[in-house]
């Protein structure tokens, strides 16, 4: 079954620390991969994704990914976290334009001070 | 990016009536929209594709008789929770995206909290 897994519910980190969220997709073809993010009692805002072409995509607020097709993975970095960043994250799949999108678990997202 | 308004953001309602949510795509022919639930903590789950013009395709465990879809029109989708039970409160998203080979990304309302008492 085609599925989306993201390692670790909750992920904390200091301010300015380096962010790694993690993201592994099952497929033997190469879906449409998204990051999302959601603040409390809002909707989803697109952080970045990947469709073709580079494998390094660079998304807003400073997050990047990059699709490693050998390890079926897409996960997601920031650099320097900022208190700002604290919220849940969603790895999301597609498997072609057509059809729906599949997320995964979700992980959280903790700043400290 | 393209916007999709859901209204209203929060509802409360009796138990046994019923509620209707609206998802509207402002500046964008949605031909397909989502619909998701998202219990507290937990991811979305979708609920139902539906296509415009179309009945939905309702996911596996879904009641198509409670959870009421319609897609009459490329700006609109409704979702209606019929006989709404206090089980039923929860975060309700949609998504909707245009047609085309080319499109490969969804765009989300700002989803409505729904407390059922």
């Known amino acids: 079954a085609q599925s989306v897994t993201q390692l670790g519910s909750h992920v904390s980190v200091s301010e300015g620390a380096l962010v790694l969220l993690r993201c592994n997709y099952s497929s033997s073809v190469p879906p449409y991969l998204f990051w999302y993010v959601q603040y409390p009692n809002q909707g989803l805002q697109l952080l970045l994704k990947y469709t073709t072409g580079a494998t390094l995509v660079k998304g807003i607020n400073g997050f990047e990914a990059e699709f490693k097709k050998s390890e079926t993975s897409f996960h997601l970095t920031k650099p320097s976290a900022h208190m700002s960043d604290a919220a849940e994250y969603f790895c999301a799949v597609m498997y072609s334009s057509a059809s729906k999108i599949i997320f995964g678990s979700g992980t959280r997202l903790s700043i400290r001070p | 990016g393209a916007v999709v308004s859901q209204h209203p953001s929060w509802v409360i309602c009796k138990s046994g009536t019923s509620v209707k949510i609206e998802c509207r795509s402002l500046?964008?022919?949605?031909?397909?929209m989502f619909w998701y639930r998202q219990f507290p903590k937990q991811s979305l789950m979708l609920m139902a594709t539906?296509?415009?013009?179309?009945?939905?395709?309702?996911e596996q465990g879904v009641e198509k008789d409670k959870f009421l879809i319609n897609h009459a029109s490329l700006t609109l989708s409704t979702l209606t929770v019929t006989s709404a039970h206090p089980e039923d409160s929860s975060f309700y998203i949609c998504s909707a995206k245009s047609a085309g080979a080319l499109v490969t990304e969804a765009f989300f309302g700002q989803g409505t909290r729904l407390t059922v008492v």
């Open positions: 539906s296509n415009e013009g179309s009945k939905a395709t309702y």
């Open positions: 500046d964008f022919q949605a031909t397909t």
